[in-house]
Each structure stands twice: as C-alpha cells, then as structure tokens.
C-alpha cells in the first residue's frame, strides 16, 4: 500500500489503505549520502491524517551523525 515519490532532498510516501486502531505499518527507505551531510544531518519525519484534531504532534526531527 505505501507509494514513494522523491522531490530535491525530499522523499513523500503515502499510505494508500487505512489502518485500524493499535495497528501500524512500515517501509524502508534507503539513500545514497553524499559528502556534504557530513558530519551530521537532521532526519525529520512528518505524519498527517484527514480530521486529526492536533496538527502540532505530527512531526518528529532527529540529528544524524555521519561517517564515510
């Protein structure tokens, strides 16, 4: 059900189905890193959902170190 699609730096994957409450999904995303996000980076992941009543707990932004 996850559909990707890349834009720049920015990677927007859309879940197709619905979920049923206390289940979950994943997928994996894998990137080619290059010298300039060295020596670290910031991850951050954005989640939405039609009628979530609390659009300022969707985001999540964590700092990567970077090693060759």
Known sequence: GWTCSASGR???CQFAGSLAGNSNTSFLLNLA???AAAPSTTNTAALGYAGDPDLTNNQVRRPTT???
């Open 10 to 12: 920015s990677v927007r």
């Open 33 to 35: 890193v290059g010298s």
């Open 66 to 68: 970077v090693r060759f």
